[in-house]
């Protein structure tokens, strides 16, 4: 069964416009939320985080957005750039276990930014 | 049914030991890959294999050394255990030419 779900595989926006990535999980017992970009032949690099107190965080041009009561977490990415081109593992954390530090990740979704 | 699954989930050891992390995956799956996560949830990779060819990261120890008996396991053994070795270990899979990565759980190996 999987806990964390990133139902698109892959995304094409043109370069400048808004890419929203999303990922929805069903383990209420999740507490924070992580964002991964991965490029080819790279390990996944730490992107964003949020808390589930909260419900919006801003990074740059990176915000991640959590919808608790739908389970339900998005990436925006804005504007997008061609280095944006990658792809990007949602995870989330569980305090009380289910993984050796509570840490479950979707499945990725490779984000294609068009010239 | 796990994707990937790995074990131990949690390993503690004293220093100078050498431990082992079992690594399988059911998805037939073509390349494994062993990632180790610091205290600031990075995610760095350590190894990369498929039944072709071994990618080392080339800041890896080689107290670190994976084994892979066949394509569906990719066992990960450290000798000479040390402190700054404490850590998660994440192994995962894809399909290299289907996209999409499968996590395992993780192992929180503890170097006392």
């Known amino acids: 069964d999987q806990q964390v779900k990133q139902n698109s595989p892959s995304l094409s926006v043109q370069e400048g416009r808004i890419s929203i990535l999303n990922c929805d999980y069903t383990?209420?017992?999740?507490?924070?939320f992580l964002w991964y970009k991965k490029y080819p032949a790279e390990g996944p690099t730490f992107l964003i985080s949020?808390?589930?107190?909260?419900d919006k965080n801003e990074d740059g041009r990176f915000t991640v957005f959590l919808n608790k009561s739908a389970k339900h977490l998005s990436l925006h990415i804005v504007p997008s750039q061609p280095g944006d081109s990658a792809v990007y593992f949602c995870?989330?954390?569980?305090?009380?276990?289910?993984?050796?530090?509570?840490?479950?990740f979707g499945k990725g979704t490779h984000l294609i930014i068009q010239p | 049914d796990t994707a990937v699954s790995q074990t131990p989930k949690y390993l503690v050891t004293q220093m100078g030991n050498d431990k082992s992390i079992k690594c399988e995956q059911n998805?037939?799956?073509?390349?494994m890959y062993w990632y180790k996560q610091d205290s600031k949830k990075f995610l760095k990779i350590m190894f990369s294999?498929?039944?072709?060819?071994?990618?080392i990261n080339e800041t890896v120890p080689n107290r670190f050394s994976p084994k892979s008996p066949d394509k569906a396991h990719l066992n990960l053994h450290i000798n000479s255990l040390e402190l700054g070795d404490s850590a998660v270990y994440f192994c995962?899979?894809?399909?290299?030419?289907?996209?999409?990565?499968?996590f395992g759980s993780g192992t929180r190996l503890t170097v006392v």
């Open positions: 294999y498929n039944n072709k060819e071994l990618i």
């Open positions: 995870a989330a954390s569980n305090p009380l276990g289910g993984g050796a530090d509570g840490l479950t």
């Open positions: 949020i808390s589930s107190i909260k």
């Open positions: 998805l037939g799956h073509d390349t």
């Open positions: 995962a899979s894809s399909q290299l030419d289907r996209g999409g990565y499968t």
């Open positions: 383990n209420s017992m999740f507490d924070y």
